[in-house]
């Protein structure tokens, strides 16, 4: 299994990124930081889309090793993205967490809004509308058990983005969704041990210099790999 397993105590904490122009001082660097993670962010969307053909002929590697890997077979309430094309798919691996009797939670959204809220079943799954992304979400406005008003959180997310890094680095889809969400998550359940993963493309995988962190970012304790 080619998992970046876990990373010491930093993982879930932003961490630093050496040798990038983040680093330049005063509004011109972050003039151009912004900048250079524009471009950065626009040229993986692009490789992904190129990516479609793969991502729909089979179910990589990564979703099936990730029903495997140790976080998921320990956690009990699981939140896992349902994919869209140019993502890893999801499908099967939302299957094998039902057979093995998790929780499941994924993502609703609204606005700026998202919340992490409980699907019971693939039957379920099977009849979600689209979004005009074309991503299977329950209504926001339906009633269902949600994460953060539950007292119980979650235990384990697993979480979409266009480039991962070894050092579990993460740039996701540029709304801030999941940032956002994954902050107050844990600041709702502060003292709850929570394991962030997500699953790559091997063409999503770049180098530390190309996606440093933020202070405020999270960091992911495993990115599992097609090889």
């Given at each position: 299994?080619?998992?970046?397993?876990?990373?010491?105590?930093g993982a879930g904490k932003g961490g630093g990124g050496g040798g990038s122009i983040r680093e330049a001082g005063g509004s011109f660097g972050k003039m151009e930081a912004a900048r250079e993670e524009e471009f950065f962010h626009k040229q993986?969307?692009?490789?992904?889309?190129?990516?479609?053909?793969?991502?729909?002929?089979?179910?990589?590697?990564?979703?099936?090793?990730?029903?495997?890997?140790?976080?998921?077979?320990?956690?009990?309430?699981?939140?896992?993205?349902?994919?869209?094309?140019?993502?890893?798919?999801?499908?099967?691996?939302?299957?094998?967490?039902?057979?093995?009797?998790?929780?499941?939670?994924?993502?609703?959204?609204?606005?700026?809004?998202?919340?992490?809220?409980?699907?019971?079943?693939?039957?379920?799954?099977?009849?979600?509308?689209?979004?005009?992304?074309?991503?299977?979400?329950?209504?926001?406005?339906?009633?269902?058990?949600?994460?953060?008003?539950?007292?119980?959180?979650?235990?384990?997310?697993?979480?979409?983005?266009?480039?991962?890094?070894?050092?579990?680095?993460?740039?996701?889809?540029?709304?801030?969704?999941?940032?956002?969400?994954?902050?107050?998550?844990?600041?709702?359940?502060?003292?709850?041990?929570?394991?962030?993963?997500?699953?790559?493309?091997?063409?999503?995988?770049?180098?530390?210099?190309?996606?440093?962190?933020?202070?405020?970012?999270?960091?992911?304790?495993?990115?599992?790999?097609?090889?």
């Amino acid at each position: 299994m080619s998992q970046i397993g876990e990373l010491g105590s930093g993982a879930g904490k932003g961490g630093g990124g050496g040798g990038s122009i983040r680093e330049a001082g005063g509004s011109f660097g972050k003039m151009e930081a912004a900048r250079e993670e524009e471009f950065f962010h626009k040229q993986q969307k692009e490789q992904l889309k190129n990516l479609k053909t793969k991502t729909e002929v089979k179910t990589p590697d990564p979703a099936k090793k990730c029903s495997k890997a140790r976080p998921s077979v320990r956690r009990k309430r699981v939140s896992i993205y349902l994919s869209t094309s140019g993502e890893v798919d999801t499908t099967e691996l939302l299957c094998e967490m039902f057979r093995l009797e998790k929780m499941v939670f994924v993502p609703s959204y609204e606005g700026a809004s998202m919340k992490m809220v409980r699907l019971r079943g693939m039957e379920e799954y099977e009849s979600l509308p689209l979004t005009k992304w074309n991503i299977k979400q329950p209504d926001f406005k339906e009633t269902r058990e949600d994460a953060m008003t539950n007292g119980h959180g979650i235990d384990l997310f697993i979480v979409p983005g266009v480039a991962f890094t070894r050092c579990g680095a993460r740039m996701g889809h540029g709304m801030g969704y999941y940032d956002k969400f994954l902050r107050q998550h844990s600041d709702k359940y502060p003292h709850k041990k929570i394991s962030f993963m997500a699953l790559a493309l091997n063409e999503q995988i770049v180098s530390q210099e190309d996606l440093p962190m933020d202070n405020h970012d999270v960091r992911l304790h495993s990115v599992i790999t097609e090889k």
